[in-house]
């Protein structure tokens, strides 16, 4: 079937959207709201399955919508059980990734919000894969159902959303949030924004927008560098978003929101773990309310640089914390199944093994 002639997605539609569509059909309006408690709540899967509805309903269901847009090609669970990563195929033939981690009492999902990124950061994986497609907010959804249904069938239930998968989400900006805005419906699946963290590379409008939209989604900035001449090397956009303008808007941002930011550093090794540069960080980043996540950069098959040694890594964390700036050097998951941060990239390779 062609782009043109396929059906919308219902996960697509918000909950007025959907609403109208039954009105207009002569159906009770409570319909609406039983119809959306069952797929986002109950996590219903396909309409023929909707008992409680009338089968003409359940019938124009299913022939009007598709419920249905992710294909799992492949999942793969890492050795300790913490983490499984979910290659999907969407219904355009794109290929996206999500990863589902389990830390303590924490069920965190990692989803995509492109196919492939457009930014093609020097050390990421899904950068160099370059860019296949936005993501509509219905397949966005979509990850987190899968996800939701797989934890609900052993009686647990995802704690924690991060947009941290495959892509750029401000360069998607309204898909990503539009998804998220359904998500948070109270009368449905009911993850509160507070429970989302966005991370963006920097794309300063993306930035501006989210400080007017007021949203209560957590935001996470991956910097990796504290001045131009470094980050330029690392990053693409850096030419057209500075790192001072960058801080100038996260400055914006706090102001407004009294939010906290997170900035992501990679640690590189013998490119951006130094000392200096750690001083030089701190110095950027004094008195704005953030907190700095470090990590130690995970391998990926096109750029042939280590992640610096936990030695480096704890002098790099020692320096900003005497400086007064809040910071954690975060934990590793999923190496072994390439799920870690910067490792989603889909290869027809991994199909083979
Ligand atoms: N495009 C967004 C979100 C997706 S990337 C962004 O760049 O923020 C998610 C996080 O993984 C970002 O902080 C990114 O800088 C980081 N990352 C990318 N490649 C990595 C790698 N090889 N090792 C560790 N982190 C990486
Ligand atoms: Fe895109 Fe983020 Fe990867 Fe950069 S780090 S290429 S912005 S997904």
């Known amino acids: 079937m062609g782009r043109l002639e396929e059906k919308p997605n219902f996960f ?35 309409p023929t399955d909707f008992y409680p509805i009338p089968k003409k309903l359940r019938d124009f269901l299913l022939e009007a919508f598709r419920f249905h847009s ?21 219904n355009h033939g794109d290929h996206i990734e999500s990863v589902l981690m389990v830390y303590r009492e924490r069920r965190t999902l990692c989803i995509s919000s492109q196919s492939g990124c457009p930014v093609g950061c020097v050390f990421c994986a899904t950068g ?3 860019f296949i497609s936005n993501l509509s907010s219905g397949v966005i959804i979509e990850q987190v159902i899968h996800s939701a249904r797989i934890l609900k069938a052993i009686n647990d239930r995802l704690t924690n959303i991060v947009i941290m998968g495959m892509g750029e989400p401000f360069l998607n900006y309204d898909a990503t949030m539009s998804a998220i805005h359904t998500l948070n419906d109270p009368g449905g699946f009911g993850m509160s924004e507070r ?19 007021h949203s209560q989604v957590n935001l996470a900035v991956s910097l990796h560098a504290p001045n131009d001449s470094l980050r330029n090397q690392l990053i693409p956009t850096n030419k057209k978003f500075p790192v001072k303008d960058l801080i100038a808007v996260c400055r914006e941002y706090i102001e407004t929101t009294r939010r906290r930011i997170t900035f992501e550093y990679a640690l590189i090794n013998d490119v951006n773990d130094t000392v200096d540069l750690a001083r030089e960080l701190s110095l950027l980043l004094k008195g704005l309310l953030c907190h700095v996540n470090l990590i130690q950069l995970n391998p990926s098959d096109h750029y042939r640089k280590n992640g610096s040694d936990l030695t480096k890594a704890k002098s790099f964390l020692g320096v900003l914390q005497k400086s007064g700036i809040p910071a954690t050097l975060r934990l590793r998951m999923g190496l072994d199944i390439k799920a870690g ?13």
């Not at 910067?342 to 093994?353: C, E, I, N, T, V």
């Open 195 to 213: 429970r989302y963290t966005i991370s963006t590379v920097g794309i300063i409008p993306g930035i501006q927008r989210f400080t007017r939209d």
């Open 341 to 353: 941060c910067g490792q989603l990239a889909y290869r027809d390779s991994l199909l083979k093994q």
């Open 128 to 130: 160099q894969m370059g």
């Open 12 to 46: 697509d539609l918000t909950r007025d959207d959907l609403a109208r569509i039954l009105e207009d059909m002569g159906e009770p309006k409570y319909r609406a709201n039983q119809i959306w408690e069952g797929v986002y709540k109950h996590l219903w899967g396909d």
């Open 70 to 90: 992710l294909d799992v090609v492949q999942s793969l669970q890492s050795k300790d059980h913490k983490s499984e990563k979910l290659l999907f195929r969407t």
